[in-house]
């Protein structure tokens, strides 16, 4: 069978229409003034800009390395979650009205650089309680929760965070 030829216009008009995922094999795609794909991008590691910006004009970012974990005896005690994004299950001990408490949260992935977004998800009295991450360092960050309600509350809060990392050093 001998060979043939088909055009550019073609070419691509095949891949858009095979609508599969390329495997580079580990290659580094450069020199690429644009890359434009109505599908997904997969990155097996990561994708970095290196000028520029990487921009999402709609749909969102998504993590799918999360990891989930209790905390043990009290509201104060320490848990170990070494995971990008994650969900903390608090410990259900009573919390006075208008008391604050502060957990750390040891995690390898923590620079002391990045912006944690924590937020109460479920569990508890919604609205009964502010939630801030505090104390960024290399490896952990802390919670601080604080009863804004008018009495003690024993509830389990659950907590998701994301570290977001930032470009300044």
Known sequence: MGSKRIGLARTQALIENLKRELD?????????A???TTGAVTAGTSITATSGDITLTSGMVEYADGGAVTQGTSKSTTVVLSKPTGKITMHAAALAADAIVTFTVTNTHARATDVVVVNHHSGGTVGAYTVQATGHAAGSFKITVTNVSAGSLSEALVLHYVLVKTAHT
């Open 34 to 36: 644009a890359l434009t």
């Open 24 to 32: 580079w094999n580990g290659a580094t795609l450069t020199d690429v």
